[in-house]
């Protein structure tokens, strides 16, 4: 399976920016898609996920009600809209999917497959 992030960027606080994450492969292995950022210094954070089956999304409490993610099936891409972004959501953004239960979806050592990461810079 092979991921492919895209739409990061450079924005002002209070901006928005949408990536996208487009998918090929043995993309049916994958209950779970997901969002994750790492900043300078810091751990690779959960930020997103929504499944396969049903769409069910969940979030950190850091971007709930700020993010949205989605995805479209028939295009095999997972899309993050990002509103209202502050200075501290800058960070490499990683889209990443796996087979993964649900108790485990915001640690990233669970999925197996995982994008090159973007870049999300934003600017007070």
């Known amino acids: 399976v092979q991921l492919q992030a895209s739409g990061g960027g450079m924005v002002q606080a209070g901006g928005s920016l949408r990536l996208s994450c487009a998918t090929s492969?043995?993309?049916?292995?994958?209950?779970?898609m997901g969002w994750f950022r790492q900043a300078p210094g810091k751990e690779r954070e959960f930020v997103a996920v929504?499944?396969?089956?049903?769409?069910?999304?969940y979030y950190s409490d850091s971007v709930k009600g700020r993010f949205t993610i989605s995805r479209d099936n028939a295009k095999n891409t997972v899309y993050l809209q990002m509103n209202s972004l502050e200075p501290e959501d800058t960070a490499v953004y990683y889209c990443a999917g796996g087979n993964v239960a649900l108790s485990g979806i915001r640690d990233p050592h669970n999925y197996g497959s995982w994008g090159q990461g973007t870049q999300v810079t934003v600017s007070s």
């Open positions: 492969g043995r993309t049916d292995s994958m209950l779970n």
């Open positions: 929504i499944r396969r089956s049903g769409g069910r999304t």
